[in-house]
């Protein structure tokens, strides 16, 4: 269903007695939420190595379709999935689409792309094991082809690769260093759009976002450390950036208590810091940034994915309407959907969600879900209070 009427009660059409009316008065009515960096494969792990070899597909589909349902009824409308197990979200978009099961409107990237050696290629070669569930590892601009080529055939929308490290890295892909180099980037690029495809990535060090953004990426994933170079040909191309900082923030406050090593922490609070930094100055000049907070780990497991807009607010410092319309507008915008959701008006499609108090002024009641009145996609009310 489409959004019929928008504006004061009082001037609204009539409609069918038949009609479901809910009243929110003094509450908010808005768009539903949109989460973009959404990993529905990854299972709350607390070693990074489970999240390829710990269950069989088959299990995995099934947390997958449970993390789904979980981000709807948390209010999120739409999602955009930033690397997923054996393409397993590919088939969840399906499965969602024949309402089969509940989710988010999904945008599937499948399996990513990692240079050789890089930050995912983590299983050594005494296992016997490689990363092919997870990750398409190649060396060269000619399996950057290929590999692209794989996921075409697959029905992937975004291809997600990983031009630098992280700090959950720090003895060979620490967050400074690169994955992928600038003829392999460009390589998947070109192979991506020539198929209709977007590209994305997870970019920490300031060369990698640079070389990004000369190779042609649609959006960029972080956006860590950014000199004015860079910042200047982001802002000038007008590429939007998914900072997920929360997640930095987790692994700093609960990381000891999984067993993160001091120098990963230290990573991470560097990499909070200049995160931070870079998303203050992108809102400030004028760039774009998505809501997504990289959850299903054991510190930041799948359900909290408001706390990433909380924390914007408390932290990074935006003002709660601007963080708001990251998480709707931009979000729409990411997903190539602007013109069909992201924004309450007439003709988009009724994507809405109905809060129990004023968003704008208290932006944490978006991770209480017994204040969500009633979480609506296309018209229809499929999660609400109580159920």
């Avoid at 539903?32 to 269950?55: M, Q, S």
């Avoid at 197990?85 to 988010?104: H, Q, R, S, T």
């Avoid at 914007?312 to 069909?340: M, Q, S, W």
Wanted: hydrophobic fraction near 40%; include cysteine; charged fraction near 20%.
């Amino acid at each position: 269903g489409k959004i019929a009427y928008v504006g004061p009660s009082a001037n609204a059409p009539s409609f069918s007695d038949t009609a479901t009316q809910i009243d929110a008065n003094g509450g908010t009515i808005m768009p539903g939420l949109v989460e973009a960096h959404f990993h529905p494969t990854y299972f709350n792990v607390a070693a990074l190595e489970d999240l390829d070899i710990k269950y069989p597909v088959e299990y995995v589909t099934l947390l997958a379709a449970n993390n789904a349902r979980l981000a709807l009824e948390c209010g999120y409308t739409a999602a955009r999935s930033g690397g997923s197990l054996f393409n397993i979200d590919v088939w969840l978009k399906k499965a969602i689409e024949n309402d089969l099961i509940i989710g988010p409107r999904l945008a599937a990237s499948g399996r990513e792309i990692c240079g050789a050696a890089g930050l995912m290629d983590w299983n050594p070669d005494y296992r016997k094991i490689g990363m092919e569930g997870l990750v398409l590892l190649i060396n060269g601009p000619d399996e950057a082809r290929a590999a692209v080529r794989k996921l075409v055939k697959d029905g992937v929308e975004w291809v997600k690769t990983y031009p630098t490290g992280d700090a959950a890295s720090p003895e060979i892909n620490d967050h400074h260093t690169l994955c992928m180099t600038a003829e392999e980037m460009q390589a998947v690029v070109a192979t991506a759009h020539n198929h209709g495809m977007k590209v994305t990535g997870h970019c920490r060090a300031t060369e990698g976002i640079r070389n990004a953004l000369i190779a042609g990426y649609d959006a960029i994933e972080h956006g860590t450390f950014m000199d004015d170079e860079t910042m200047e040909l982001l802002l000038r191309r007008n590429v939007p950036v998914v900072p997920a900082l929360y997640f930095e923030f987790a692994s700093i406050q609960l990381g000891p208590q999984f067993g993160m090593p001091q120098s990963v922490i230290d990573g991470h609070q560097e990499t909070l810091d200049g995160g931070a930094e870079s998303a203050r100055r992108i809102i400030a000049e004028g760039g774009r940034l998505g809501m997504g907070g990289d959850y299903g780990f054991a510190w930041n497991p799948h359900g909290d994915y408001a706390r990433e807009l909380e924390f914007f607010v408390d932290f990074v410092g935006l003002k709660p309407l601007d963080v708001l319309k990251c998480a709707t507008r931009t979000g729409a915008e990411i997903l190539g959907r602007a013109h069909e959701i992201g924004t309450l008006e007439t003709e988009k499609i009724a994507d809405i969600l109905i809060v129990d108090g004023d968003v704008v002024n208290d932006i944490a009641i978006l991770q209480d879900r017994s204040k969500l009145i009633a979480v609506m996609q296309g018209g229809i009310i499929k999660a609400e209070r109580g159920r």
